[in-house]
């Protein structure tokens, strides 16, 4: 793999990862809520599930679901519901919290591993990541040239720029937290976000190979 290789896969990489997405909503969404050191939980859970997804993806994973669209549905449908039920809980909770008043900031604590294993599930639970990989991944590998180290380098980069947008989207769910002191504001943060969710979840149900 060249340098200019390299940089051209590290350049679409950061376009796409900035794209908001479930695993950007759910780290900005979990900061706004328990505060930036609470979503690295969230963030350690969804990169896990990257990593695990793209290293499938490369090993073989996708073309399995390719050539099966009924697991592939299945998976689909598993994935959206989460999603749908990821959105419900943030609506629920949030809105929970506009009506009787309680300050985010006073909100009781929440386990690391609790957030780590949402994180992970919201990550794992798009099974079109693996068919994703798939199709990008192997543009800008030199067939010519070893090929493990050529993925470990791509997987790496990927997950460095993943990483970066994580801690933007925890960042601006910090600041946006200003702003949510008022009842009313949560509520319609709560409505809107959860109606996110639930946006991914139905796109994801109604993708199709």
Known sequence: MTFHTWLLFAATAFVLSAMP???????????????????VGV?????????????????GMAG?????????????????????????????????????????????????RDLFRDGFLTGISNPKLLLFAAAFLPQFVNPAAARMPQYIILVVTFAAVEVFWYGIYAGGGRVLSAW?????????????????????????LLTRM
């Open 64 to 112: 399995v679901l390719a050539a099966s669209p009924r697991l592939f549905a299945v998976l689909r449908v598993i994935g959206a519901a989460y999603l749908v039920f990821l959105g419900v809980r943030v609506w629920r909770a949030r809105a929970g919290a506009g009506d009787d008043g309680v300050d985010m900031a006073m909100l009781p604590p929440v386990a690391m």
């Open 21 to 39: 997405g479930p695993n950007m909503m759910h780290v900005m969404s979990t900061s706004i809520r328990y505060g930036v050191p609470r979503s």
């Open 43 to 59: 963030m350690a859970g969804c990169m896990l599930a990257i990593v695990l997804v793209v290293s499938a993806s490369l090993a």
């Open 180 to 204: 949510l002191r008022t009842p009313v504001v949560r509520r319609v943060f709560s409505i809107v976000t959860g109606l996110v969710f639930m946006g991914f979840g139905a796109m994801l």
